[in-house]
């Protein structure tokens, strides 16, 4: 079943985050004043609405209530930021995600019951959005145009077995090579530790076989 977000604010932040979650094959509504920044990315999200966050009456049209998570990306205005989280959370929203300006931004936005607070622009837009698709992908580094160096959670039905055992390189077709635990980084992992569910797996892949490995989230 498809995700659903929603993305207020446009920005350079807002729209990388709302162009990563829809090519990641995400549902996602896409807000903002602006009219050139909503246009710019009506053939990419799947709704993107000019709209004043402002007016009650037309946030209430837009069906916040049924998306997984809300990314709040305004910083040009406080009460815009503000009364976008606030309605978020009313909404029944489990996880409102909301950029900060400054460290009073972050502290309002505390209060107001924003759950994840962020300061970032473009990379890490990309980051939350694939966090956000996949649930289980903690960091990733592009190595080159189609292989990724990705720390993943890891999956249920790995914990409590061997490296050994669940030979991931020929069912997964993804090289580990480390793992952590708490603080620690393992590079020399003894194949016959057994994996707990608590661990990262920092491995090595293909984005086609990345793909398919969350695809099952």
Not at 58 to 76: E, Q, Y
């Amino acid at each position: 079943m498809k995700k659903s977000f929603v993305v207020f604010g446009l920005g350079k932040f807002g729209n990388s985050v709302a162009a990563e979650l829809s090519n990641a094959g995400a549902d996602v509504l896409a807000i903002d004043i602006d009219k050139e920044r909503v246009q710019a990315l009506a053939d990419i999200a799947t709704c993107a609405v000019c709209a004043d966050i402002r007016d009650n009456d037309t946030m209430a049209t837009l069906g916040i209530s049924n998306m997984d998570a809300a990314i709040v990306a305004i910083t040009n205005s406080l009460d815009a930021s503000i009364l976008a989280t606030i309605f978020c959370k009313e909404a029944g929203v489990p996880l409102v995600f909301a950029k900060s300006k400054n460290d009073t931004h972050t502290k309002i936005l505390k209060k107001v019951g924003a759950d994840k607070i962020v300061t970032p622009e473009h990379e890490s837009g990309i980051r939350i959005a694939r966090h956000l698709v996949t649930g289980n992908i903690l960091d990733f580094i592009e190595i080159s145009k189609n292989i990724r160096m990705v720390e993943i959670a890891v999956r249920p039905e790995w914990a409590n077995h061997t490296l050994r055992e669940l030979n991931l390189r020929q069912t997964e077709n993804i090289n580990v090579i480390a793992m952590r635990q708490g603080e620690n980084l393992l590079v020399n992992i003894d194949p016959d530790e057994n994996i707990t569910a608590e661990s990262t797996l920092l491995i090595i892949v293909d984005q086609k076989d990345l793909q398919k490995l969350i695809g099952r989230n």
